[in-house]
């Protein structure tokens, strides 16, 4: 299995930019299709963003398209996400995720590991 921790979480302002990232550890980081997550207050758990083993393929919620970036590195075992142009409504705890599947996910149940989660806030 493999552990996940998230950092680089913060306040910043709206337009402003935060780069998330995710340390694995445990089992090889590049056996697993790596995602973010985000969820609200009140709101159930979204998905954000997703990229395959090898960092090919990638996969966006409309809602961030154009605005976020997902990427990995497998040599240090860490994935990212980069957020610019930030919306208050992009205010959330975003947690890193992967399944040992090969395809995209997009949905909670089909991941299998999750990190604790690092709060953005965004303020207007």
């Known amino acids: 299995q493999v552990q996940l921790v998230e950092s680089g979480g913060g306040l910043v302002q709206a337009g402003g930019s935060l780069r998330l990232s995710c340390a694995a550890s445990?089992?090889?980081?590049?056996?697993?299709?790596t995602g973010w997550f985000r969820q609200a207050p009140g709101k159930e758990r979204e998905f954000v963003a997703a990229i395959t083993r090898g960092g090919v393929n990638t996969y966006y919620a409309d809602s961030v398209k154009g605005r976020f970036t997902i990427s990995r590195d497998n040599a240090k075992n860490t994935a990212y996400l980069q957020m610019n142009n930030l919306k208050p409504e992009d205010t959330a705890v975003y947690y890193c995720t992967a399944h040992g599947g090969v395809r995209i996910a997009t949905m909670v149940d089909e991941y299998d590991y999750w990190g604790q989660g690092t709060q953005v806030t965004i303020s207007s």
């Open positions: 445990g089992r090889t980081f590049s056996s697993y299709v």
